[in-house]
């Protein structure tokens, strides 16, 4: 039979395991009740927060693809489309999870984030190895969409704090690539206006279809690039963005280089295989008439 005398030394140990479970239960309910109540950790820390929204838009003005009315855009393919709409999802991420304040659990945003950073490397080296050139572009703008997708999963899990800073660290780098495509814009424009010297000029894309420029926000450094430069034959040269410059009868051609952020003269044009110079017609107010998207 049990004996309650020798019982008796179990006693504080009883009473301890009591008191661990009691604050355990206390402390587990209290956490629960903060995030209910949008109280405990935050879903991203105020200091955070709000410049994670504003780089998403940053990385949204910078990278989505317009004009949205390019006439190309109704054809283009399902992959085409996704990667045209992909730079909206860091903001839709943030914003529903802020608005909602609920937090991605670790495991499912781990495998989300693993998925798209595979695609995102996988597209991007098809994409390189298929462009004749602008190989470096087409990397920094895959990698820079993709870590923005990727960070902005992580951003909303319920990952620790350390490792969350970590990400916005990351996250910071598809922000500063938007900064930049965005800068290209007046750097692009007032290289244009100080090298035509108002003169009749005008800015097109260099292609088998040739198309002027109709929005300024194809001046962007995300949009004002080519990927077709030879298509990988070597008598056959396409540019970045060009610049057509009339002067008593005779067309400039220049190039735009974002190496170097500027228009560069083009050598001998007219005996390259793939003309430039109908990529369109100069004029005088040729940047007043761009809309804006």
């Not at 950073?117 to 050139?133: K, R």
Request: with cysteine; charged share 15%.
């Amino acid at each position: 039979m049990f004996n309650y005398a020798a019982s008796g030394c179990f006693e504080p140990i009883l009473q301890e395991c009591c008191i661990a479970a009691n604050v355990f239960y206390c402390e587990k309910s209290n956490w629960r009740a903060g995030n209910q109540s949008g109280g405990g950790q935050a879903v991203i820390s105020y200091v955070q927060r709000y410049p994670a929204l504003v780089g998403a838009v940053i990385i949204a003005l910078g990278f989505v693809p317009v004009p949205l009315t390019d006439p190309s855009l109704p054809k283009a393919t399902w992959l085409e489309w996704s990667v045209a709409v992909l730079p909206l999802m860091p903001f839709a991420i943030l914003a529903l999870s802020i608005v909602g304040r609920r937090r991605m659990p670790v495991v499912f945003a781990a495998v989300l984030a693993l998925v798209l950073l595979s695609a995102g490397a996988f597209v991007t080296f098809v994409l390189m190895a298929l462009a004749g050139g602008g190989t470096e572009m087409v990397i920094l703008h895959g990698t820079a969409l993709t870590l923005a997708c990727v960070t902005s999963i992580l951003l909303v899990s319920a990952v620790g704090q350390r490792a969350r800073s970590v990400v916005f660290g990351i996250f910071l780098f598809p922000v500063l690539v938007g900064v930049w495509s965005l800068a290209v814009i007046p750097l692009a424009h007032s290289s244009a206006v100080e090298i035509s010297s108002n003169r009749p000029f005008c800015i097109g894309e260099h292609s088998p279809i040739d198309k002027e420029l109709h929005a300024i926000t194809g001046l962007r450094g995300l949009s004002f690039y080519t990927t077709r430069s030879g298509y990988k034959i070597g008598d056959a040269w396409y540019f970045h963005g060009l610049l057509l410059i009339e002067n008593e009868g005779e067309t400039s051609v220049y190039n735009w280089s974002p190496r170097r952020m500027a228009f560069q003269a083009v050598e001998r044009p007219r005996l390259l295989i793939a003309s430039p110079f109908g990529s369109c017609e100069p004029r005088i107010g040729f940047l007043e008439e761009l809309n804006l998207l």
